[in-house]
């Protein structure tokens, strides 16, 4: 849709910051209304990510949770990476009790996460109040098309299935929230709090391995079952109509397929936590590592995912880390280690004010994969988490257990009998786009991938207790000098925490989680980042002119990548400038004029 | 470790990041033998197994499983 040889009237507009997501997301654009394209994007984060610089002389053993605190929705995630981490520097592994724990354990953050960030979140911009605002024909099209999974989840048509999106009223939006109760207890069995567990160390876990427990998780699980076998096929009707109604919808959001998925659920038959056997034990997770360019999987080993990290400055507000010190020169396995690699960075805060044309403009850095054979920096996006995930495991085919198999171009998930349907067979297709769409798509059907894995890990724990184990906890040394990494999935996406241990403390630590990936700014090579990217050349569908303009198809896809921009910490600004006026896509009624901001 | 400078200016600190977090003479749950030291477990390795003394410590000798052969499961 590019426009040459004319001149374009850009019009500026912002959304800063961005609702229904947590943290300070502003999204900055100039707008072609003529043409109905974003011609321009650029993201940026008000937060300090400062744990890389508070954590340096502490006690290793305190990581876990003090990492916990990144994240208000996903801190567990960030302790059982610095676990993962930890394990590999002490030279450990868990007891296979305690991994089939923390795997339960994890496995209900994602139903918890995902569902209510869905439901609760992301369907707001698909909901009939919404939709009526923004594309009133639309709706008009979607009350005389009816549902092809009426006869599931008992909706005739997606105007009804829409209405049931409408926040705080809607029937699917209610039942949400109730899910999301009963899958925080799930996770409490387990991991003893939501969302900072009490009861996960480096080692093991402190969950008593008593039958009860499990059988507590797997009622819970059954429940939740019902559920799941209704919200998949809702959101396939929902958007497939989206595709039908509104032709070119795919390339809302739509960006090159570079995706990346660190690995998530242990196999504690196979995991060691050794740096030289990581390899295989990556590989041999249940959902499993990769990075997938144009549709190819280019890797699956976690060692060349490692050493590929690079993490660049360009547009962030950071001095750079040239002069200081090394702290890994080679990995266990001799390989070198670059110095833009987590390992070797030092954080320099540089605080500054925010430059949108050419110079800095946000906290966030920008992590970057270096593709050896091109020489190429990759800026991966995680596609919100489910998509890379689910892309990169059907790729590769090596995930087969009696609920869950890969196959090599899509994912099969066998649910069990739960009380109001039969066992379900669902499929998830490798997609022929990578945008907006598939992204929420693909967060269904790992809802359905994470409880599915839930009733294999319950059933192989269940067997363990009955034989008389116990054992969930692994003694250990705190070593003067050591080095660790662990490779997890956040619920958004990729995490992985670099530690350097020296004198028994931490020497340097740093955790990357999903939305720098995501969310960062323009690189030293002038890259954009995943938003910026997704954002510039997105086709407008709005119906709404300039004037009373919402900005719904930018906001779908910002939101398609499940933002979360806490993984850090409020930096005081003094008597910085309050920034009053903000422009955010709500309901017309919530909105006073006096809210939108018209440059 | 070498020292940074940072541009950021930050107040007084109210604690030292570099104090131990573990006073000597205090025992640690993770140091090596605290298994051992846990009563009614018996650690095999790869696994372990509990006892009746991991449920009461009154007579725990007395409430083992009727038949060796039985799991010892550990109480709710």
């Not at chain 1, 993201?43 to 003090?66: C, E, N, Q, W």
């Not at chain 1, 994240?71 to 610095?82: K, P, V």
């Not at chain 1, 390899?279 to 995912?305: C, H, K, Q």
């Not at chain 1, 970057?368 to 996006?381: C, E, F, K, P, V």
């Amino acid at each position: 849709m590019s426009v040459a040889g004319e001149e374009r009237k850009l019009v500026e507009m912002a959304w800063d910051p961005v609702t229904r997501i947590i943290g300070n997301l502003g999204i900055y654009t100039k707008i072609d209304f003529k043409n109905r394209e974003v011609v321009e994007c650029r993201s940026t984060s008000s937060l300090f990510r400062g744990y890389s610089v508070f954590m340096k002389g502490k006690d290793p053993r305190d990581a876990g949770f003090i990492t916990s605190r990144i994240c208000g929705i996903c801190g567990d995630n960030h302790t059982t990476c610095s676990i993962y981490a930890q394990n590999m520097a002490y030279g450990i592994k868990n007891p296979v009790l305690a991994e089939y724990i923390v795997n339960l354990g994890e496995a209900a953050e994602y139903m918890f996460d995902h569902a209510i960030f869905q439901d609760n979140l992301v369907f707001v911009d698909f909901c009939e109040r919404m939709v009526k605002e923004t594309n009133p024909s639309l709706l008009e099209k979607a009350e005389r098309t009816p549902a092809p999974h009426a006869h599931i989840h008992g909706f005739r048509t997606i105007a009804d299935l829409m209405r049931s999106f409408n926040p705080f009223v809607g029937e699917t939006y209610r039942e949400a929230l109730q899910m999301s109760r009963l899958t925080r207890e799930m996770f409490c069995l387990m991991e003893g709090r939501h969302v900072h567990p009490s009861t996960l160390y480096p080692g093991g876990v402190g969950t008593v391995a008593s039958p009860q427990v499990f059988t507590d998780y797997q009622s819970r699980l059954l429940e939740f079952m019902d559920f799941v076998k209704r919200m998949v096929p809702m959101n396939d009707d929902v958007f497939d109509f989206f595709y039908e109604a509104l032709p070119g919808y795919e390339e809302v959001g739509r960006r090159r397929v570079m995706l990346g998925c660190w690995g998530a659920f242990q196999d504690p038959d196979v995991v060691d936590y050794r740096y030289e056997h990581m390899t295989d034990w990556g590989r041999a997770m249940y959902v499993t590592p990769g990075i997938v360019l144009d549709g190819e999987l280019i890797t699956t080993d976690l060692v060349e995912i490692n050493l590929g990290m690079r993490i660049l400055l360009g547009s962030s507000y950071y001095d750079d880390w040239e002069e200081e010190e090394m702290f890994v020169e080679r990995d266990p396995l001799g390989n070198p280690v670059h110095r833009r690699h987590p390992w070797n960075q030092t954080t320099l805060p540089r605080p500054q004010k925010r430059d949108l044309e050419g110079g800095n403009y946000s906290w966030v850095m920008s992590p970057r994969w270096y593709q050896q054979q091109t020489g190429d920096h990759l800026a991966l996006d995680t596609g919100g988490g489910p998509l890379a995930r689910l892309w990169s495991t059907a790729l590769a085919g090596l995930v087969d257990t009696p609920w869950v198999t890969a196959t090599g171009h899509s994912v099969k998930i066998r649910l069990p009998r739960s009380r109001r349907f039969p066992e379900t067979e669902l499929e998830w297709k490798i997609p022929r786009w990578a945008n907006t769409l598939e992204r929420d798509r693909a967060r269904a059907y790992f809802v359905a991938y994470a409880a599915a894995m839930a009733v294999h890990f319950l059933a192989r724990a269940l067997d363990r207790v009955q034989q008389g184990d116990v054992k969930v906890f692994q003694e250990f040394a705190v070593p003067d000098e050591a080095i660790g990494c662990g490779f997890h999935e956040a619920v958004r996406g990729v995490l992985s925490h670099h530690l350097v241990i020296r004198d028994g403390k931490i020497a340097n630590y740093h955790p990357y989680p999903p939305t720098p990936w995501n969310a960062s700014p323009r690189d030293s090579f002038g890259t954009p980042g995943p938003y910026e990217d997704a954002c510039q050349g997105l086709p407008i569908f709005e119906e709404n002119g300039e004037a009373d303009f919402k900005g719904i198809d930018i906001m779908r896809t910002v939101r398609s990548f499940d933002p979360c921009l806490p993984c850090g910490v409020h930096m005081y600004s003094g008597k910085a400038k309050i920034l009053e006026r903000r422009h955010s896509p709500m309901l017309g009624s919530f909105s006073p004029p006096g809210d939108r901001r018209h440059p | 470790m070498k020292k940074t400078t940072s541009p950021l200016t930050v107040g007084k600190p109210d604690v030292r990041p570099s104090l131990p977090s573990h006073v000597p003479g205090v025992r640690e749950g993770n140091q090596p033998g605290s298994l051992k030291r846990s009563d009614g477990i018996v650690d095999h390795g790869t696994h372990a197994v509990a006892t009746g003394r991991r449920s009461t410590g009154l007579n725990a000798r007395e409430r083992e499983p009727i038949d060796p052969r039985m799991p010892k499961l550990t109480p709710p």
